[in-house]
DNA sequence: TTGAAAGCGCTAACAT
DNA sequence: ATGTTAGCGCTTTCAA
């Protein structure tokens, strides 16, 4: 049933019922009553395509993501969850699937954002986000927001969430100086993250050297966390500290310091980053650096609101830090 | 730029444009290639919203579920995930944030349903799907699969997914009778949860009785999990395994197993169910139960578009069930 | 093989 | 306060 075949089964205007609804129109109270009341008794309700056809909004968020595993990582499912509610409460629901691989990714990507299918995006880039498909993005007035750990250069329609990694490289450094460690390793996920930089330079800092042999830049794996480890532990003076890139890293390492028979956090302390769900639950519990899911998923969907409403803001980039959660799996130096 | 304007520019009719972009229609292959050459051009790209409301599909799938904090449960995050791939292979990308909690709530989805908003459904139910919602939208001849522990009666346009308990139950009682356990407890979520009661009789089909002071229903958290291993082992003659509803369940008893000084699973065995991420890494690993996500999503998947496909199909319901995956926690009786 | 015209179901000026 | 009318941008008969 459609609006006028409704709206003559109730004896008003298709108009009237436009206004009842939106509540936007001038409707008596009355006229309203009755139309939503009918509504039920009818079972009628509104061709949402159409209304987005003619009204140019979705009500509709894309997630956009770099490569089709990006729900692989546990911290990335649980930052989609957090959107879920402040876009709720702005009666917006999230497109999930939308990838912007290529350039041949890039193409639907523009179609949905440009036949105002969707009306704004969040793009998820664990790495850096292409200046390119962001500058298309904003040439189609296309609000949106980037998280990443990168900055991403100021352009209009584009906001930015930055998870930096320089405070957390910081804390764990601290952390691990004031025990008393001063033979510290670092164990990696890839060449182009700059966490083992900062970390290299906070401990620097604090006067402490990390030597590049115990730096081990293995993967993503429980078992490069294992295997990178393995290699540290072996040398003549193995570290008493090690800051692990990921959770996952870390749980590996641990392990595998069991298997060697090293006591954590008795002869080795570990701190891991992401705080992922469990990591509280085992024994020794993780210390671990933690961003808030909440903060950022908030942050960015606050920004993305601002940005829809007011296409002319220029939205200041945010930053967000990681928090230390100390829990046991690090300790003064023995 | 609309069609009008790009078919002018082009020298050709909006008619000869849609058909080379659906490839529906009959052109010559030299037109068909100007066409998609210079819509690159031009950057034209056609309006989703306004195909949607001519064509009444919208290449999208909805993910319902019953209240807003489902993707607490981590388990389900992973679900999600695993739709994700089978969905993009069809060209579909899915929405999320769609909850049918209340009756008030019904109409959302319904209005969303009614105004082919989403070509589908997969309704998400870790408890009961009220039939009142699945007759609603078998109703609206809205094809739809509901993935939930319980059978969906046979109806029109609803397809069903039944994640089954039983054989669970079965594999866990004959691992642990088989490694010589008499005495056994459950740790269990909830009263409404029927695990507790399978569990039970297929241990009685193998000669061991549950009994009731060794089940303890306490709740969801690790905490709980705790709590119930406590109460169980402080009995006089407590157990020497115990199957955990869930790996969080199992994780607080493991700890709390530590602390009281029970060696896990020299002393005490403990078999989880879900097989969460990282599980695998603890010490020590987790025996537990898993559900295969990927099968859930494809068959879920599957069935959907064989609905959307042939409306009159009668889609069989479809049993998944666990299987038992050996760890460290769970050993023989000493 | 191509084009003209009708219409999908709604909203929003503009009357009344 | 309510109704009339003209599109929104596309697909799809139907005709050429």
Redesign the interface.
């Known amino acids: 049933m459609d609006i006028k075949e409704f709206a003559q089964k109730i004896g008003v205007s298709p108009t009237t019922i436009s206004h009842a609804i939106s509540g936007r129109g001038r409707v008596s109270d009355a006229t309203r009553e009755l139309v939503l009341q009918k509504m039920?008794e009818y079972?009628y309700?509104?061709?949402?395509?159409?209304r987005?056809?003619v009204t140019g909004r979705?009500f509709?968020v894309a997630l956009v993501h770099m490569d089709?595993e990006f729900?692989?990582h546990?911290f990335t499912?649980?930052l989609?969850?957090a959107f879920?509610?402040p876009?709720?409460a702005r009666g917006?629901?999230?497109?999930?699937?939308?990838?912007a691989e290529s350039t041949v990714e890039y193409?639907g990507l523009?179609?949905?954002v440009?036949?105002?299918?969707v009306d704004g995006s969040i793009i998820l880039g664990e790495a850096e986000i292409p200046g390119e498909l962001l500058r298309e993005l904003g040439r189609s007035y296309h609000p949106c927001v980037a998280i990443s750990h990168y900055r991403v250069g100021s352009m209009p329609h584009v906001g930015s969430v930055v998870l930096g990694l320089r405070s957390g490289a910081r804390q764990v450094a601290e952390l691990l100086v004031k025990q008393g460690h001063t033979n510290i390793g670092f164990l990696g996920l890839d060449s182009a993250d700059q966490m083992p930089r900062f970390f290299a330079e906070e401990l620097q800092n604090l006067g402490i050297r990390l030597s590049d042999s115990n730096v081990m830049i293995e993967g993503h794996d429980?078992e490069d966390g294992a295997e990178g480890l393995r290699k540290m532990m072996s040398q003549p003076a193995p570290p008493t500290a090690v800051f692990a890139r990921t959770?996952?890293l870390a749980?590996?390492a641990?392990?595998e310091a069991?298997a060697m028979g090293i006591d954590v956090p008795g002869s080795l302390s570990v701190v891991g980053h992401d705080d992922?769900?469990?990591?509280?639950?085992?024994?020794p519990s993780l210390t671990t650096l933690r961003r808030d899911r909440m903060h950022i998923a908030t942050s960015a969907v606050d920004m993305l609101f601002q940005l829809m409403e007011d296409p002319g803001a220029m939205v200041a980039e945010r930053l967000i830090d990681s928090k230390l959660v100390l829990r046991q799996s690090a300790g003064p130096v023995k």
């Open positions: 039920k079972g309700t509104p061709n949402l395509n159409a987005r056809l979705s509709l089709r729900l692989a546990i499912m649980e989609v969850r879920l509610a876009l709720k917006y629901d999230l497109l999930l699937n939308v990838t193409s523009l179609e949905r440009d036949s105002r299918a429980a959770d996952v749980l590996g641990i392990g069991k992922l769900p469990l990591v509280s639950l085992m024994q």
